[in-house]
């Protein structure tokens, strides 16, 4: 079951719990106290086993310090700020429950999503379901390392 808008605290214990640098834990609270970003979880079994935050500004790569480098901004547009799924369910179809979700309720919209080069599970799913790299970049973020973005499409 997905549930829109509602626990938060579990948001924050599976962040906590599970979080592997990809997500700073600054830009997780902002998802999560951002109002006008919806907060997507992932309930089976009573157990909270993932969430997606999404962001409906259009200006969701100056609110993440990335660079800008898309074409023709449309209007309708849908940032997958976070996505997370426990560890303990990983590879069990979490991240997809959520991601299709998301993309079915807002079909006319154009999904982005910035995912770490390294992270290669996340690039699968999205890959899954149709994003394609439209650009990379190489920049100073989480924690100061240097890493390698790449910034992903959905557009219908």
Same mark, same amino acid.
């Given at each position: 079951?997905? @549930?829109?808008? /509602?626990?938060?605290d579990?948001?924050?214990?599976?962040?906590? /719990?599970?979080?592997?640098?990809? =997500?700073?834990?600054?830009?997780?609270?902002?998802?999560?106290?951002?109002?006008?970003?919806?907060?997507?979880?992932?309930?089976?079994?009573?157990?909270?086993?993932?969430?997606?935050? @999404?962001?409906?500004? *259009?200006?969701?790569?100056?609110? %993440?310090?990335y #660079?800008? *480098?898309?074409?023709? !901004? #449309?209007?309708k547009?849908?940032? =997958?700020?976070? =996505?997370?799924? &426990? *560890? *303990?369910?990983?590879?069990?179809? @979490?991240?997809?429950?959520?991601? %299709?979700?998301? @993309? %079915?309720?807002?079909?006319?919209?154009?999904?982005?999503?910035?995912?770490? %080069?390294? /992270?290669?599970?996340?690039?699968k799913?999205?890959?899954?379901?149709?994003?394609?790299? =439209?650009?990379?970049?190489?920049?100073?973020?989480? &924690?100061?390392?240097?890493? /390698?973005?790449? !910034?992903?499409?959905?557009?219908r």
């Amino acid at each position: 079951m997905i @549930i829109e808008n /509602n626990n938060y605290d579990d948001i924050r214990k599976l962040y906590v /719990n599970n979080n592997e640098n990809y =997500i700073t834990e600054e830009s997780n609270e902002y998802g999560i106290q951002d109002e006008n970003m919806l907060k997507l979880v992932c309930i089976e079994d009573d157990i909270t086993k993932g969430y997606v935050i @999404i962001c409906f500004d *259009k200006n969701f790569c100056e609110l %993440e310090e990335y #660079p800008n *480098k898309i074409k023709y !901004m #449309p209007d309708k547009v849908a940032y =997958i700020w976070a =996505i997370l799924t &426990d *560890k *303990k369910y990983a590879g069990k179809g @979490i991240g997809s429950k959520l991601l %299709e979700y998301a @993309i %079915e309720k807002f079909y006319d919209y154009t999904f982005y999503s910035c995912i770490e %080069e390294e /992270n290669t599970a996340s690039i699968k799913l999205h890959e899954k379901f149709g994003f394609r790299e =439209i650009y990379n970049f190489k920049g100073k973020y989480f &924690d100061n390392r240097i890493s /390698n973005e790449i !910034m992903f499409e959905l557009r219908r």
